[in-house]
């Protein structure tokens, strides 16, 4: 007896695997390869290919196509109509499947709707994409990300607010919401 709900227009190939506690909604399809954690929610009209690793707790909104190669560790959420990547130059007249790029989305990062991460790019831990962003390249745990080709314009607390802190420089700042004190050193923030 399966763990997880499926609607019955989902379309689930045999040699998935689906984490207890998953929801896969409307005429989305699952690949024989995926690995789905547990407790992950995929919305209407989701492609989900072979080699794609997704981890608990994450939500993936609709209309998003996570082709082989991207691996979204925990607790990420994919906005609606979010787009990843595979391959930097693809043509339809050459078969590049040996030339995929790994794309990695840290846990607790945030894509919000319509943004692009290009293939081969490492989106850090708690990291927020503004929604239409284009992601051409890695970004820093805890950045605010935002236009075409994507910048950062500040820094985001884990629970999602923006804090109050230069792109640079040694400060601290508090999140309002969870009283956790974050430390900018340099260019890079932690929790302290």
Not at 3 to 18: L, P, V
Not at 150 to 169: M, V
Request: proline fraction near 2%; hydrophobic fraction near 40%.
């Amino acid at each position: 007896m399966k763990k997880f709900f499926s609607h019955e227009t989902a379309i689930i190939d045999d040699g998935a695997e689906i984490g207890t506690g998953s929801k896969i909604w409307h005429f989305s399809h699952i690949c024989k390869g995926a690995k789905i954690g547990e407790n992950v929610s995929l919305g209407q009209n989701c492609f989900i290919a072979d080699a794609v690793e997704i981890g608990d707790n994450t939500k993936i909104q609709n209309n998003v196509s996570i082709y082989s190669g991207v691996v979204l560790e925990e607790s990420v959420f994919c906005g609606p109509s979010v787009v990843f990547t595979n391959v930097s130059n693809p043509r339809a007249f050459v078969e590049r499947k040996n030339e995929y790029k790994t794309t990695l989305v840290k846990k607790g990062a945030s894509l919000g709707a319509n943004s692009t991460i290009v293939c081969g790019c490492t989106i850090g831990e708690y990291s927020f994409i503004g929604a239409g962003a284009v992601i051409t390249k890695d970004t820093k745990r805890f950045s605010l990300m935002v236009g075409i080709p994507a910048k950062q314009i500040g820094w985001i607390s884990a629970y999602g607010e923006r804090l109050n802190l230069p792109l640079k420089g040694k400060k601290t700042a508090i999140c309002e919401h969870t009283g956790v004190k974050y430390i900018l050193n340099g260019d890079n923030l932690e929790i302290l």
